[in-house]
T-cell receptor, first 108, second 112 residues
Framework: GIQVEQSPPDLILQEGANSTLRCNFS?????LQWFHQNPWGQLINLFY???GTKQNGRLSATTVATERYSLLYISSSQTTDSGVYFC??????????FGQGTELSVKP | EPEVTQTPSHQVTQMGQEVILRCVPI?????FYWYRQILGQKVEFLVS????????KSEIFDDQFSVERPDGSNFTLKIRSTKLEDSAMYFC??????????FGPGTRLTVL
């Protein structure tokens, strides 16, 4: 089956710093989604991004489907950005296959 | 903004007991999913449901698990005889097409 790998596994930032999270996947996929899991365990949709670049405030994402990777950029990080960021890809049937996540901690 | 809701938020049960986790998907969505996340691990797919039947299920989704859409709004996951290893966060998700899935807040299941 499709493998999804995320890097780095852990990241500690000072408030105001920028970061890039990476997601590699092992096979062609139809679509890809980024989530933020907050400290209460909720999964929040960030981007649905099969290809190209999207931006939403301080966050942006780029997927290069032909090279099987996606990047999530966080600029001017805030303590509320802390949590786990998951990348997940869709198989042909529509189920999501998640990576292991990147745990981000933003220090004040 | 429409959202997926789940009840209860936390369920504690004894090993061997049956539990039913409830979800109300977004009202005009047609595709429904259950996922689970064991503490500290990644989110894993359990089952997808479309047109009143299971579309796909994972190896985890064995005979102890079942899903049902008993009416036009609810979507339930039943675990017949819970085991310790069923302790996890269970997420329901829905989508209008095979596309963006919207997740509920989860039910934390603790099996003692």
């Amino acid at each position: 089956g499709i493998q999804v790998e995320q890097s780095p596994p852990d990241l500690i930032l000072q408030e105001g710093a920028n970061s890039t999270l990476r997601c590699n996947f092992s096979d062609s996929v139809n679509n890809l989604q980024w989530f933020h899991q907050n400290p209460w365990g909720q999964l929040i949709n960030l981007f649905y991004i099969p290809s190209g670049t999207k931006q939403n405030g301080r966050l942006s994402a780029t997927t290069v489907a032909t090279e099987r990777y996606s990047l999530l950029y966080i600029s001017s990080s805030q303590t509320t950005d802390s949590g786990v960021y998951f990348c997940a890809v869709y198989n042909q049937g529509g189920k999501l296959i998640f990576g292991q996540g990147t745990e981000l901690s933003v220090k004040p | 903004e429409p959202e997926v809701t789940q009840t209860p938020s936390h369920q504690v049960t004894q090993m061997g007991q049956e539990v039913i986790l409830r979800c109300v998907p977004i009202s005009n969505h047609l595709y429904f999913y259950w996922y689970r996340q064991i503490l500290g691990q990644k989110v894993e797919f359990l089952v997808s449901f479309y047109n009143n039947e299971i579309s796909e299920k994972s190896e985890i989704f064995d005979d102890q698990f079942s899903v049902e859409r008993p009416d036009g709004s609810n979507f339930t996951l039943k675990i017949r005889s819970t085991k310790l290893e069923d302790s996890a966060m269970y997420f329901c998700a829905s989508s209008g097409t095979i596309g963006t899935q919207y997740f509920g807040p989860g039910t934390r299941l603790t099996v003692l």
